[in-house]
């Protein structure tokens, strides 16, 4: 079975500073995709980031970037330049096809 | 910019009640999804539909739940005798077209709480 894991349930960061939220999964698979979702307050969920397992390289979305270790099964979330609207809940997400299967998020504070 | 909408936004019904939650996904997705979040609970998936038909269900989706694309707009999650613990946030999703290449679009949920 697949999982996602999360194992930090909370983080906090400066504004302005950087963070780095982390994510780790399992499977048997070769080709898959990992997601970062941020769900605020108001629980809609918001994609941040993507990953294609089969491309080395890391990707970036403006403030946000990712470190994936296809062998070492993990998949981090790096914040630069914290701001107070990245204050929520974070989800990492796999997906081989279809299905996206959650790890059981982190909550991320932003301190002024 | 087209969004995925949800009605009601919440809802709270009876134990035993039927409730029906409905979703309108982006006018040319092809894939649609049904996720639920226990509250401070990760979101699980509960079904995918593809082409007028379930494509793949969890194993929380038993025998009280349901799907319907009743017409070419309305994607609806159906649950027959509600019990108590089901209450959650219930997500709808939608994809273009092969899903996980293409971004699922989430819906903004229904609360649903079950007295």
């Known amino acids: 079975a697949q999982t996602v894991t999360q194992s930090q349930p909370e983080m906090s960061v400066q504004e302005a500073e950087t963070v780095t939220l982390s994510c780790t999964y399992d499977t048997s698979e070769s080709d898959y995709y990992l997601f970062w979702y941020k769900q605020p307050p108001s629980r809609q969920m918001i994609l941040v980031i993507r990953q294609e397992a089969y491309k080395q390289q890391n990707a970036t979305e403006n403030r946000f970037s990712v470190n994936f270790q296809k062998a070492a099964k993990s998949f981090s979330l790096k914040i630069s330049d914290s701001q107070l609207g990245d204050a929520a809940m974070y989800f990492c997400a796999y997906s081989p096809w279809g299905k996206l299967t959650f790890g059981k998020g982190i909550t991320l504070s932003v301190r002024p | 910019e087209p969004e995925v909408t949800q009605t009601p936004s919440h809802q709270v019904t009876q134990m035993g009640q039927e409730v029906i939650l409905r979703c309108v996904p982006i006018s040319n997705h092809l894939y649609f999804y049904w996720y639920r979040q226990i509250l401070g609970q990760k979101v699980e998936f509960l079904v995918s539909f593809y082409n007028n038909e379930i494509s793949e269900k969890s194993e929380i989706f038993d025998d009280q739940f349901s799907v319907e694309r009743p017409d070419g707009s309305n994607f609806t999650l159906k649950i027959r005798s509600t019990k108590l613990e089901d209450s959650a946030m219930y997500f709808c999703?939608?994809?273009?077209?092969?899903?996980?290449?293409?971004?699922?679009?989430f819906g903004p949920g229904t609360r649903l709480t079950v007295t």
């Open positions: 999703a939608s994809t273009r077209r092969e899903p996980t290449i293409h971004e699922q679009y």
